[in-house]
């Protein structure tokens, strides 16, 4: 089982970033997928998650209408679109699948927002 994410890096103040978390060793398509993060000195918290068929999608307040979640469940991939960045959104970006009563993280993905 392993989830694998990619695409974190370096970018400007309202620059734009896509997240990839790779998913391999169970069954994707059957598992909720979510994005977390955590910024240095605090705690890991919630950013986005789809159902299992993408057909739904929520998002934390402090993300909505600048980032977007989607699946693609023939690659086993979920991805996170990040525009209008924010130094705020500075962190390590994980990703999350739950097909219950099970669940896996992947070991994170680093975002800085500087200029």
């Known amino acids: 089982v392993q989830l694998v994410e990619s695409g974190g890096g370096l970018v400007q103040p309202g620059g734009s970033l896509r997240l990839s978390c790779a998913a391999s060793?169970?069954?994707?398509?059957?598992?909720?997928a979510s994005w977390y993060r955590q910024a240095p000195g605090k705690e890991r918290e919630w950013v986005a998650s789809i159902s299992e068929a993408g057909g739904s999608a929520d998002y934390a307040d402090s993300v909505k209408g600048r980032f977007t979640i989607s699946r693609d469940n023939a690659k086993n991939t979920v991805y996170l679109q990040m525009n209008s960045l924010k130094p705020g959104d500075t962190a390590v970006y994980y990703c999350?699948?739950?097909?219950?009563?099970?669940?896996?993280w992947g070991p994170g993905t680093q975002v800085t927002v500087s200029s």
């Open positions: 999350k699948a739950v097909r219950f009563p099970r669940s896996y």
């Open positions: 060793g169970f069954t994707f398509s059957s598992s909720r």
